[in-house]
């Protein structure tokens, strides 16, 4: 599903605004982008670098071509180039990215600086199969090493494990970037939104229990994957 450019500004703005009044982000941290419809052009919009997501405005957003070149608006966040290789390394997937939200979601980080991730057939991940909506609507988070925001070769890392989960058959809509703070993508801002919340709370769950509970056992998970198509 794509959106119109006017949708689109509207849209991201809402979203921000909603993310920031219920503390999934504080101060200027995280950004939005959506890919645009290419029968208007393509291209993508962004928040604006060191832009609050509580007070966005649609005309202010950064509007940037296929290629990644500048159009209009407040200068582009840097995180623009990760954002791109999401886009296009997703398109071989079940779940492309048509919208991505980036948060420093409080719990979610926290869980990366105490060590306790889950180890996985693909990878290092942020948590287990620990509740049913967790399973279907956000699945597998690879964590991805610590680099500097806006590194290269985070971007390098999330693309390898996007096409990694994919080949082994579990197309991933998100994944957990060390010390700074997850990325998910969906079809729409609000789909986008929805998942991340999913995500943050699971992880408030996980950082809640003092004794971590089992995860969720292969036939459960092999029910969900039947009856409603989880991607796990």
Known sequence: MTLDESTARDEICRIGRSLFERGYVHATAGNISVRLNSSEGGGFLITPTDACLGFLEPSRLALLDEGGVQQ?????????????????????????AHCIVHTHSTHCVGLTLDGAMCDAPQGRELLPALTPYFVMKVGHVP??????????EAADEVESAIARYCAAGSSIRAVM?????????????????ATLEELEETAKLWALQRSKPAALSESQIEELRERFGAQW
Do not use: C, F, Q
């Open 72 to 96: 209009s608006g407040d200068r582009a966040s840097k995180t623009i180039a990760l954002h791109r290789r999401i886009y296009d390394a997703s398109l071989a997937t079940a779940a492309p």
């Open 143 to 152: 964590l991805i090493g610590y680099a500097r925001p806006g590194a290269p």
């Open 177 to 193: 970037l060390e010390r700074l703070g997850p990325t998910v993508w969906n079809e729409t801002p609000a789909a986008a939104m």
